[in-house]
């Protein structure tokens, strides 16, 4: 069955510290989809990063960074040199690539992230 | 280009009375979603569409919520009748098809009294 766990469930830190979001996933699947969004207080959900199984380079976009590591099913999030901004509900997501009902996103509970200024 | 259109975006009603939602995806994106978000959790799946056909609605209440997509692009979403506990905000997301990014709408926030 899949799976996703985001461990944290809040997390508090003061601008400007680097801040790593946890997320581990549990497919069958050898071919799957994981997923950041961002839930800022305004509701929206924002798409940040999509990547699939057979990608296991780390990739870099401004502040953000997500590492993913197959051997341990992690696909963590950074966020450097945290800003105010960055305040929001962030969920990681799975979806598998096989036919029909398994294609829906798996999501996790998501993490709280609080940036205090 | 333009993002994922929803409307209403507030609605307030009287349990037992019907609402629809309406959502307009993405151009040229064929699969659309419909997610319930109560406060403090994550979305949850209500149905799923590959251009006007179901993929997934097994977790949409079907005695009471209702969905369909036409021709394939714009969807809209029922309940009817309301209760209490479907005091949430509906969600609207579409995708280029199955397996890629969700854009998601602004919602639609629901309040039963």
């Known amino acids: 069955a899949q799976k996703v766990t985001q461990a944290q469930t809040e997390i508090s830190v003061v601008e400007k510290e680097d801040v790593t979001l946890d997320c581990v996933y549990e497919?069958?699947?050898?071919?799957?989809?994981l997923f950041w969004y961002k839930q800022p207080p305004s509701g929206e959900l924002v798409f940040l990063i999509r990547?699939?199984?057979?990608d296991e380079q780390n990739e870099i976009s401004g502040r953000y960074s997500w590492n993913f590591q197959k051997s341990t099913s992690s696909f963590n999030f950074t966020i450097t040199a945290s800003q105010v901004v960055d305040s929001a509900v962030y969920f990681c997501?799975?979806?598998?690539?096989?036919?029909?009902?398994?294609?829906?996103?798996?999501w996790g509970l998501g993490t709280s992230l609080a940036v205090n200024p | 280009e333009a993002g994922v259109a929803q409307s209403p975006r507030y609605k307030i009603i009287e349990k037992r009375q019907s609402v629809a939602f309406w959502c307009n995806p993405i151009?040229?994106?064929?699969?659309l979603y419909w997610y319930q978000q109560i406060l403090g959790q994550g979305p949850k799946l209500l149905i799923q569409?590959?251009?006007?056909?179901?993929?997934?609605d097994s977790q949409l209440p079907k005695d009471r919520f209702s969905a369909e997509r036409l021709k394939g692009v714009d969807s809209t979403l029922k309940i009817q009748p309301a209760k209490l506990e479907d005091s949430a905000v509906y969600l609207c997301?579409?995708?280029?098809?199955?397996?890629?990014?969700?854009?998601f709408g602004p919602g639609t926030r629901l309040t039963v009294t």
């Open positions: 997301a579409s995708s280029l098809s199955l397996s890629y990014e969700q854009y």
């Open positions: 151009s040229g994106h064929a699969t």
């Open positions: 569409f590959q251009n006007n056909g179901v993929v997934d």
């Open positions: 497919t069958r699947d050898t071919t799957y989809y």
């Open positions: 990547r699939n199984s057979f």
């Open positions: 997501a799975l979806s598998e690539a096989g036919a029909g009902n398994n294609r829906k996103l798996i």
